[in-house]
Structures are given as C-alpha cells and as structure tokens.
C-alpha cells in the first residue's frame, strides 16, 4: 500500500509533465473519432448538432444555417485528415513553407474550436453550476440541470476539449521546431518582455482589465435585484421582478464578482500559497495548475460568449428597446475580458513555472 500510494502520484506527474510526447496522439484520436462521426451524420446517422431542425437554439451559434448534407462530409474531412496531419506534427516533420502550413491549420483548428464555434450556452452552463447547487435547497431554478443542458452544448463542450488538444500539438510542435524546448518553450536567450520586471508590469494590467469587465457586468444586475432601473425601464424592470429573472441575474453577477476575486490571485501572494485561514492547507503552495486551468476555461468560455453577441447585434435588423449600455454593452467587453484573463493567466505561468526540469532553463 505504501508503495502505490508513492508510485501513483509520481506517475501521473510524469504523465501531466510529459504531455509534449502524448498530445499529438491524443489530437489523432480525437480528431479521428469526430471525423468518423461526422462520416456518420454523412451517411444518415442521426444526432447532427448543427443548424435549425436539429439544434433547438441554433440562433445561439455561427453554424446556424449550415445543412447536415453538406457540413457532415467537411467534418468527416477535417477529422480523419486532421488525424493524420497531427501524427505527422507528431514527428516534428516539415520546415519553411510546410511548418508554416501545419502551424496554421492546426492554430486554426484550435481557435475555431475553443472560440468560434462554441457559444454562450457553454459559459451559461457553467455559470450555472453553484446557482443550482446554492438554490437546490430551495428548488430553484424550477429544472433539473441536466435537463437544461441538450446535446448541442454538450457536442460544445466536446469541441473545446478538441481545441484543447489541438492547441497543445501546436505549441510542441512549434517550439521543438523552433529549437525551444517542447515542455517550457525556453530559449538560451530570453525576450526583453519575459523577464521577471516586465512580467509583473504587463501581468498586473492584464489582471487590472479581467477584474474590471466582471465587475462592469455584476454592477447593473445587482442594481436590478435591488429594484433600481439603471439603464433599463420601470416596465421591463417589472416583468424582471415577475419572472424572478434579476434574482437569477444577481445570481450570475455574484459567480462574476467570484471570478474577479480569484484573478486577483494572479497576481497577489495568497494565488501562490494558501491564506492562513483556509484550515489544512494555510501556507501551502498552491499548485499552478489549480489557477491556470480554471482560469484559461473561462478566458475561453467568455471570449466565444462575447464574439456571440457581437455577432448577433451586427446581425440584426432592429435593436430592441431593452437592449442599452446595461443589459448587453458589459457582455460586448468578454472577448477583451478572456483575452485579459488570458494573458495575466500567462504571466502568472511564467512567474511560477521555475527552472525547468527538462531542459534545465530557468
């Protein structure tokens, strides 16, 4: 027992740190799974997520007109050549005019994975989670949340996971071809704007403006729970009160204001060792992944979020009278609040990540 109990940890570290040599197999398989999925929906196959008649909100999503005849057959294509070219990356395979090309179509991938085609639902979906757990005491909200959550959010989730590991195979493909080492991204010589001074500058900006975008969003909602219009009708501030929709709405304000908290951590000394009033864990490390990876979830959740209202206020005919600098102008920042959050989760990496143990750069 004693044994196991050493062994286990050690080799999931060895696995967690070694992700430069498995990534690229994982995106293989991955995107050759999806691509077969895709050759099914081809072929017939039902459960196609995309487009109006098999997504109840497909108004929500940037591939709301697509048709399952032409769109199964570009997915059955991207998945299964996606594979191969990923096992090609894999071998750190090509230079010049052909490392460009995988860079990109791999970059592409990613980023049309993990922003462009999820929408709101997904940061909706998680957003959600402690309202539930808070108000299921109280049987609220009157569904059960798996019920609200249909296959089109969960095949959303399933490409975030997919752009994830498209993202991962690029970045190691990039830096062993590059001559930078594949687990830091470490060169014998350091950028001007990475070290430790210009960090904790940049760093503290980044953490500045994801801080203040939350909060610019929880102010009017928290305004509304408490029965001031601000920005908004006495009417529509009515039919709010009704519904119950501002209790949900402080609801969400308070999952943002926690957010903002917890990115003040990126760059305050608790996000690096445990307070001392959180009994058993006070002056502990905190490991980094524990801020890093909630941290770059969210940036991706509330980016894709906001590019979706920016999208639907350029598509429509008419602005409705309700829609004012409350009620939809904080969610036109999220793209630049996930691109803050970003950026500061990236200083925080860099100020935590130490020497190397692969390379011995530090």
């Given amino acids: 027992m004693t044994t196991d109990a050493v062994t286990r940890p050690r080799s999931l570290s060895a696995w967690r740190t070694q992700w430069p040599e498995w990534a690229g197999y994982l ?3 991955w995107s050759l799974a999806y691509g077969l999925l895709g050759l099914f929906w081809a072929l017939g196959g039902p459960g196609f997520p995309f487009g109006h008649g098999h997504d109840a909100a497909a108004i929500e999503s940037i591939l709301a007109n697509v048709q399952v005849r032409s769109a199964a057959p570009v997915i059955a294509g991207l998945g299964i050549g996606g594979a191969l070219i990923a096992l090609v990356m894999v071998r750190a395979w090509g230079r010049g005019a ?27 979906a998680v957003a959600y989670v402690p309202v539930f757990i808070i108000g299921a005491p109280f049987h609220y909200p009157p569904v059960s949340f798996f019920a609200a959550i249909p296959w089109p959010v969960i095949n959303q989730a399933i490409l975030i996971i997919g752009g994830v590991a498209w993202a991962a195979t690029a970045l190691a493909y990039q830096r062993v071809t590059a001559g930078a080492c594949a687990h830091c991204g470490r060169t014998d010589q350091q950028a001007g704007w990475m070290t430790p001074p210009a960090v904790a500058r940049w760093g503290w900006w980044a953490v500045a403006v994801a801080i203040a975008c939350p909060v610019l969003y929880a102010v009017p909602r928290y305004a509304w729970a408490l029965g001031i219009p601000l920005g908004i009708s006495e009417g529509f501030l009515r039919e709010g009160q009704r519904t119950n929709l501002w209790i949900a709405g402080a609801g ?44 770059l979830l969210i940036a991706d959740f509330v980016t894709s979020a906001g590019l979706e209202e920016i999208r639907a206020l350029g598509l429509a005919s008419e602005i409705p009278i309700e829609v004012t600098w409350t009620t939809l102008g904080p969610t036109l920042l999220w793209p630049l609040w996930g691109a803050a959050l970003a950026v500061a989760t990236y200083a925080y990496y860099l100020r935590r990540r130490g020497q190397c143990a692969f390379c011995g750069r530090g």
């Fill in 98 to 124: 052909l490392r460009t090309g995988l860079l990109a179509f791999a970059w592409a991938l990613a980023l049309a994975l993990l922003v462009i085609i999820p929408d709101r639902r997904v940061l909706l």
């Fill in 27 to 29: 995106t293989a398989a």
């Fill in 252 to 295: 969400l304000a308070t999952v943002a204001v926690g957010g903002a908290i917890l990115t003040l951590g990126l760059a305050q000394k608790w996000g690096e060792v445990f307070p001392r009033w959180m009994l058993g864990l006070a002056g502990k490390r905190v490991p980094p992944a524990l801020a890093i990876v909630p941290a």
